[in-house]
């Protein structure tokens, strides 16, 4: 009897290290075979259900998961596995105060487990927690001075508050710490990028492109920096490449009008602006159109504009600038508009 039980212990034993493989080599279906046959015969096998839990959170499946976690974590309190992955599950769910209750349970019991640690300090920054957030990213580097995600949260919280240079500070060592991050890259470009620093940010920006050159985000990023230095028809170019690899088509199509506004190319500025507005409204490509019946001395058509966008937009002051303007330089065309600002 011993005997047979103990060649059930083996082959179970056997099915689970099978599974664990094959999930790790993105063979879903057969690993959960497996993973099913070792619980047919241990119903209650821990190693097979922390499997089965994480295979469904790996397959965004967080509500079978949750299941499968609490089943092991009934039979083996405190597994270290099923309560890393639990609290995974929950934040796939959206459940981040379930989630967090989880984690510092885990760190009470695995308290220099660094991942987690940043995963607590991930859940605290999201819910706006930053003081509690940045007391655990300090922790996570205490642990690993490198970790890459406690970093790049520490320079989103200061992004947050305003501190540029502190955040810029963070998400150059996060450059560093990683070489290949792009999200950091990025990061880094931006804040050179709002610095008016065009030719700084552009460095970085090419940093991501050798990594990740379908990066629209930088492309986007790239395309402001050479409006910037007035390369229009550059930026143009980096416009339409942000636009195919998946920029908003309204805001890409605004702001290549835009730059061929600059250039006093008012057909093709008119086009790229039409073809904007076709996607929906946009308050940007109509401030365009007027600009250009201003520059085709059409003032009334641009008062029109201005009348529309008045009583879409009440209290916006780019607008109401635009308009003080306008009314300003011609009061004709400008009498009987309310602006609503």
Known sequence: MASAHLQTRKKVKALCRLGNRLR???KYELARQKYLQALNKEPDNVYALVGLGDLNRMQKQ??????????ALAVEEDNRFALAGLGDAYRGLQELDKALEVWLHYLSLNPDDYKVITRVADGF?????????????????????????????????????????????FFERAVHASGNCVPALTSVANIYRRRKEYEKALEYYREVFRIDPGSSHAWHGKADCLRGLRRYKEAIEAWQKALSFGMDP?????????????????????????????LGYDKYAYLGMARIHMKRGKPQKAAEIYAMLAEKEHGDIRIADEYRRFADEHPGAAAGLNPGT
């Open 24 to 26: 790790k080599e993105g």
């Open 62 to 71: 967080f509500v079978e998961a949750v299941d499968f976690y609490w089943r």
């Open 125 to 169: 920054r999201k819910r706006g927690d930053f003081d509690e957030a940045q007391k655990y990213y300090f922790k996570a580097l205490d642990r690993h001075p490198g970790d890459l995600y406690a970093l790049m949260g520490l320079g989103n919280i200061h992004l947050k508050k305003g501190e540029n240079d502190q955040a810029l500070s």
């Open 250 to 278: 309204k805001m890409a199509l605004t702001r290549i009008g835009d730059a061929f506004l600059s250039l006093n190319d008012l057909d093709r500025a008119e086009v790229s602006y039409r073809r904007a507005l076709d």
